[in-house]
């Protein structure tokens, strides 16, 4: 058990911290090498040799995406509860896996062996001084097993059927120091394998790393709850768990049970699945489209059907959200492929998406326009929603435009909601549908109101451009008057040719001198040796000098970088 006063001495001792990521990486070495990715771990542990890389690149190469896959998941399920959990973001991540490594990370439970119901009383106890004060029951054998938590049912005093969920001890030393680990990796593979650049490894590290820390304190998870539970508390047809706040931690949460069965245990087709489906449709559009706050993982295992034939949501660990903007652009993209407008879609996919290199908007249109005709050549009823989305983000990665990883979650949970709608009503016509909702995004569109709001942006922007537009004008004037125009070239196409004029001038200086000094030796050397070694030295002491200077000139573009020494001071602030 991980008590506050082990954290604390934790997060004193930097060395403590050190000594525990060496331990973690040579565990998570053996691993790598037990499932094929020895010459990952080579590359990693020499700071990315040419020679490791390329041999990890093409032992890489050598397996199929299915083995492949295979392999990544059997190493993932071996490293435990980070890596899982990093497993399953990748496996939403549809712009930077292929299918066959998406299906292989989908199969990735989200389970671990029990806790003993010992350490479970322990953290209770630690929490609550005696959890029999609050709790008349509490049973040992658990609901469920998961890789950050475990669920036990219990009762309150007064009798109320209630859900702990109890965060598993010593996972914050443990998950840092596997983030550090995938930040080593990210890195060599971001240097060496020069395709990877695009999907910026790094940043997704950090992104799982914000996510993973919200995740593991309950309060979130808690906040979350609350939030859904009231903005649609006058649905009828959806059901949320009470939390009980004042008997929460950041380490466990406590909710009332919600009765009830998996999603699929409803019988397809009756009146009351079709009626489920219509409720989860209505809100899953009213969560993505007009609050741009949903549910991020959907699945099967968190959509209960209630005896009385509604819908219980449970684990909002995950929430996904938009910006306002991204959630304009998100409904005029539906709105677009609704109305097969190609150009539209381009120039949203665009505005959505942030481009890597130039892109040829004629040719983006035209590979929207063939996706589109492969969709509509055949029967829209049975279009799958899940294919369809892939090739739309595959689209943006052919053009090197870089998805942001909300609209990746968003078309994850809307892939995982069709799969539960068309269980529930098989009969449901996607046309008409997806035509009804497009119908209500545009009304919504054109409403007064959002007009006025869309008015009241607009003139405000435009207000703030035409206020700054002077000042810009008289800095310009001003910079050309007294300092004319400049011309500044990127610094990877400057770099070579003052690299190349620093590289001359010094041999130049250092031939000038070293031919000044044989001149002096051959004039002078019988009459005065002395005066001659004077010479030589001070030669080369100044051919010396040149090359400090030429080297300083180099390192001003090429730093060292300390940035990996002080994260660990960073995270360690941060983490505990």
């Not at 959002?450 to 405000?460: D, H, K, S, W």
Request: include cysteine; glycine fraction near 6%; aromatic fraction near 8%.
């Amino acid at each position: 058990m991980t008590s506050n006063v082990t954290k604390k001495r934790e997060s004193i001792s930097m060395f403590g911290v050190m000594v525990h990521d060496v331990q973690r990486f040579a565990t998570i070495a053996n691993v790598l090498r037990k499932f094929g990715f020895g010459n990952l771990v080579k590359a990693v542990s020499t700071a990315g040799g040419e020679g490791t890389s390329d041999e990890f690149v093409a032992e890489m190469r050598k397996d199929s995406a299915d083995t492949l896959g295979g392999k990544i998941r059997g190493a993932i399920e071996a490293l435990g509860a980070t890596y899982i959990k990093f497993g399953q973001m990748l496996s939403t991540r549809y712009d930077i896996l292929p299918k066959d490594i998406i299906a292989e990370l989908e199969k990735l439970q989200d389970g671990s062996p029990k806790m003993e119901f010992e350490t479970v009383e322990a953290i209770l106890n630690e929490a609550y001084g005696d959890y029999h004060k609050y709790f008349s029951e509490v049973v040992p054998e658990p609901l469920g097993a998961a890789s950050i938590a475990q669920a036990h049912a219990a009762k309150l005093l007064d009798g109320t059927d209630v859900v702990l969920k109890v965060q598993r001890p010593g996972l914050l030393p443990l998950i840092r120091s596997d983030i550090d680990i995938l930040n080593m990796i990210a890195r060599t593979l971001d240097k060496h394998i020069e395709e990877i650049a695009y999907f910026d490894l790094p940043g997704l590290i950090r992104e799982f790393e914000r996510s993973i820390i919200s995740e593991l304190d309950f309060c979130n998870e808690r906040a979350n709850i609350e939030y859904f539970a009231e903005k649609y508390a006058d649905n009828e047809m959806i059901v949320f768990p009470k939390t009980y706040a004042e008997l929460s931690r950041s380490n466990i949460l406590v909710m009332r049970k919600i009765e009830g069965a998996k999603i699929t245990t409803e019988i397809p087709g009756t009146p009351e699945a079709v009626k489920m489906a219509d409720a989860i449709l209505d809100i899953a559009f009213k969560m993505v489209f007009e609050d741009g706050v949903f549910h991020g993982d959907p699945h099967p295992g968190n959509v209960f059907a209630t005896p009385d034939h509604r819908i219980g949501l449970l684990d909002f660990g995950l929430v996904g959200t938009f910006t306002p903007r991204q959630r304009d652009e998100f409904t005029h993209l539906v709105l677009a492929v609704n109305t097969g407008d190609c150009s539209a879609i381009a120039r949203i996919l665009l505005s959505l998406g942030r481009p890597t290199k130039r892109v040829v908007l004629a040719d983006l249109e035209a590979e929207i326009g063939a996706i589109l005709q492969k969709y509509y050549l055949s029967s829209l009823k049975k279009i799958d929603a899940a294919a369809f989305a892939n090739d739309f983000i595959a689209a943006g990665q052919k053009f090197a435009i870089q998805i942001p990883s909300e609209f990746t979650s968003a078309v994850r949970a809307v892939i995982n909601l069709e799969g539960i709608i068309l269980y529930l009503n098989p009969e449901l016509d996607v046309t008409r549908t997806v035509a009804q909702f497009s119908r209500q995004l545009f009304a919504k569109k054109l409403d007064q109101e959002n007009l006025v709001r869309l008015a009241c942006q607009a003139g405000i922007g435009l207000a703030e451009l035409g206020r700054g537009v002077p000042s810009h004008f008289a800095q310009f004037m001003q910079d050309i008057e007294h300092d004319g125009m400049a011309v500044r070239l990127p610094e990877h196409t400057s770099a070579p040719l003052v690299d190349a004029v620093n590289t001359a001038a010094l041999c130049l200086s250092v031939s000038v001198m070293l031919g000044a000094a044989l001149v002096a030796a051959v004039l002078f050397m019988p009459h005065h040796q002395a005066a001659i070694w004077v010479i030589f030295v001070i030669c080369v002491l100044w051919s010396a000098a040149l090359f400090v200077i030429h080297a300083r000139s180099r390192a001003t573009r090429s730093k060292i970088r300390i940035d990996p020494i002080l994260s660990g001071f960073r995270r360690r602030k941060k983490w505990f």
